[in-house]
């Protein structure tokens, strides 16, 4: 295979409208007794691949950095639930993390909308559409090297890409994306604009049409 002859093209996602952003600020905050300054979300399948323990590890450093602030794991179990559990009772957070299973709609969005800083710390993704998700409810992402998104993230310049595995990366980049405004909202707005750009599936059906069309010029 020729390698200029290869053409990447993205998942699409669902761009939602205005009406739709919507939500109570503070909803999910109130729901679910979260009283922290700081919100840090992770929303995904609980496996072993995402990345789940790497997260909790950074997390519990930064509670020795950040007094205020509080983690919240959502989505259903795949296999690591329990798993999951142990590393949170080992390292004594308890208080401080919040699980809760598998959120759609409008709970779903409320949970990004409330969030300073959504984390996708993946081993291995071949996409990812969650932190695209996040980022058009004006939360910052920060995404590992394993996720397939990061190049588009990367690309894109709207969030932060961390090394998998490595603690203090991680830390460093959350603590980065809580104290800095700026540098968060700039990371959201150019995250917007890639997302109509680029990830609505009109715009992926015409781009696969397009090749096709292409290809059978080509064949004539």
Request: hydrophobic share 35%; proline share 3%; charged share 30%.
């Amino acid at each position: 295979m020729e390698p200029e002859k290869i053409i990447v093209i993205p998942n699409g996602i669902e761009v939602l409208s205005e009406n739709e952003k919507k939500q109570e600020k503070g909803y999910f905050r109130k729901k679910y007794g979260i009283s922290e300054d700081f919100l840090i979300l992770y929303l995904g399948r609980i496996h072993q691949i995402k990345g789940i323990d790497f997260l909790i590890q950074a997390f519990e450093e930064l509670t020795k950095k950040i007094n205020n602030i509080h983690l919240a794991i959502i989505g259903p179990n795949d296999g690591y639930y329990n798993k999951m559990l142990e590393i949170i009772k080992n390292n004594k957070l308890e208080d401080k993390i919040t699980v809760l299973g598998f959120l759609d709609g409008t709970e779903k969005h409320a949970a990004y909308y409330d969030s300073d800083v959504f984390v996708y710390p993946s081993q291995y993704e071949i996409f990812g559409i969650s932190p695209f998700e996040a980022l058009q409810f004006n939360t910052p992402v920060i995404v590992s090297d394993g996720c397939g998104c990061g190049e588009l993230v990367k690309a894109a310049n709207c969030g932060k890409v961390v090394r998998y595995n490595d603690v203090d990366d991680l830390v460093e980049n959350i603590k980065l994306l809580i104290n800095d405004q700026k540098i968060s909202t700039c990371f959201i707005e150019n995250g917007k604009k890639f997302i109509a750009n680029n990830l609505p599936w009109e715009k992926i059906v015409e781009k696969i049409e397009d090749i096709y069309k292409e290809l059978q010029t080509e064949n004539i």
